[in-house]
């Protein structure tokens, strides 16, 4: 008796496992593709950009902006985030269609011959509501406030916000109070330079421009009224004299540095387009932000902390 092949029915399974191994290689290819291609979703925030080509010196309005969605790591310093916030301000430069709108540019010069990031008159400094725009030197007279020492090496630029530390003086030559006087005050503008022309022997005229970092004259910060008031004070420190007949003059406040922030710390405008600032406890933790307290450095602290143990 002969025994029956089953060499059809293997063939048949063989097919069989060949085909399941395939569609499952397929499946697991599509779902691979579709969890590579697809990234996971990253916080975004809405950035005014340029509807259209917009030329120097025209008004900004709802026509030629517009808002895009940014990834918040890629947002712009500075930006805005809707148009309403622009509307009615003059762009002194011309700029390309899908380009951020940011304070920069509406700080920048459109002239090619000056180094200065002032707006001409008819361009006016995005001012926050209930602040003012004043102008203070860069630097004083003293070997540790000229012009590099005060603005941490000329990168104090427009769009930055600082912190100012002042010796506040007395009513005696000998009076010293140093600390930190304001905090998180915007630079609207900063006065630089200007490019210089020289003549060599061969009589050709050659011209230098400024360098990238130049050094600055002034810088045009926004304040509160009262915080003007008293930088005045500061700057002119007529205060410092005692009460004496006649009067005798004092040690007279003095403006020491500008500080840098990180623009993590940087204030904002809230909604009713008031600047917000962030103050920071100078003795406290980084990461409290209490109302600023802050401890002076006095002569007889200043000497007790270097005192040798």
Known sequence: MAIPSTKPQNRILLFGGIIFALLAAVVVFIAVSKS?????????????????????????????????????????????????????????????????????????????????????????????????????????????????????????????????????????????????????????????????????????ATTTAAPALSAPNYFVVEMTRAQAEEMTALLTGDFAQTTGTPPVAGNPATVLKYVLRPVSEYGKTNSTGDFVPDIVNISGPDTVIPSASDTPVTPQSLSGAFANS
């Open 36 to 204: 590579s291609s697809t990234p996971p979703s990253q916080p975004t925030q809405q950035v005014v950009v340029a509807e259209t080509a917009i030329t120097a010196g025209s008004q900004l309005s709802t026509s030629n902006l517009t808002s895009r969605a940014y990834l918040v790591p890629d947002v712009p310093p500075d930006s805005y985030t809707t148009p309403s916030q622009l509307v009615g301000q003059t762009l002194p430069v011309s700029v390309s269609a899908g380009t951020p709108i940011t304070q920069q540019l509406l700080q920048a010069s459109s002239s090619s011959g000056g180094t200065t990031s002032l707006t001409t008159p008819t361009n006016q400094l995005p001012i926050a509501n209930n602040d003012v725009a004043l102008a203070i030197p860069a630097h004083g007279a003293t070997p540790d406030t000229t012009v590099d020492q005060m603005s941490v090496g000329y990168y104090v630029q427009a769009g930055d916000q600082i912190d100012i530390i002042a010796d506040l003086g007395g009513t005696t030559t000998t009076s010293h109070q140093v600390q930190y006087v304001f905090q998180d005050i915007p630079v609207l503008a900063v006065g630089t330079t200007a490019a210089t022309t020289t003549t060599p022997a061969s009589g050709t």
